[in-house]
């Protein structure tokens, strides 16, 4: 089984502030998901990129694939007290179809 | 917008017994996925399942556990005889093609 390392696993800023949460792993990952997860509830896929150097947008979330599909970052601009939650990012392995998990990330943005 | 539902929310049953925990997939989904999370673990992959048989499973599904999709719109894992350490929140996914795979709100096993 591969794994996924994501930092940091807690993260507490002020609303307006610019972040970056890393997913780091020693293997290659055919794709990468980034999910959000709230208290209770399942994870909420936000994006997935498949391809090595691939960087998407979703408003202010910024995704990025590495040009090695082992690693990948999510960047938030301007943060605001709605992104606060649980981001997971997962990788699809080369053979077959399940997901391995990260960690987490527990972001916190202060009003 | 199409969502993965799963039944019940929470389940508490005793040590031995059987429980089924129930998912119906997004509708034009080909593929379906059990994944697990001990309380403050991270989610682990359980099982996949395409075109009515396992296509993968991990190693903690063992001989305890087994899906199966009895009807055009259910898919179901039956854990024969629970233990503690399979108290859990169990989440169903299902997609139409492997990378992108939606997830049930989950169902949260209670095993005393």
């Known amino acids: 089984t591969q794994l996924l390392e994501q930092s940091p696993q807690f993260l507490s800023i002020q609303e307006g502030e610019n972040l970056t949460v890393y997913c780091n792993s020693s293997s290659v990952f055919s794709s990468l998901q980034w999910y959000r997860q709230e208290p209770g509830e399942g994870p909420v896929l936000l994006v997935t990129?498949?391809?090595?150097?691939e960087v998407k947008k979703l408003k202010r979330l910024t995704f990025q694939f590495g040009d090695a599909r082992k690693d990948s970052s999510l960047h938030i601009t301007a943060a605001q007290p709605g992104d606060t939650g649980l981001y997971l990012c997962?990788?699809?392995?080369?053979?077959?179809?399940?997901?391995?998990f990260g960690e987490g990330t527990q972001l916190t943005v202060n009003p | 917008e199409p969502e993965v539902t799963q039944t019940p929310s929470h389940q508490v049953t005793q040590m031995g017994q059987e429980v089924i925990l129930r998912c119906v997939p997004i509708s034009n989904h080909l593929y379906f996925y059990w994944y697990r999370q001990i309380l403050g673990q991270k989610v682990e992959f359980l099982v996949s399942?395409?075109?009515?048989?396992?296509?993968?499973k991990s190693e903690i599904f063992d001989d305890q556990f087994s899906v199966e999709r009895p009807d055009g719109s259910n898919f179901t894992l039956k854990i024969r005889s629970t233990k503690l350490e399979d108290s859990a929140m169990y989440f169903c996914?299902?997609?139409?093609?492997?990378?992108?795979?939606?997830f049930g709100a989950g169902t949260r096993l209670s095993v005393l």
């Open positions: 990129v498949v391809t090595g150097g």
């Open positions: 997962a990788g699809r392995e080369t053979s077959g179809s399940r997901l391995t």
């Open positions: 399942f395409y075109n009515n048989e396992i296509s993968e």
């Open positions: 996914a299902s997609s139409v093609a492997g990378p992108f795979q939606y």
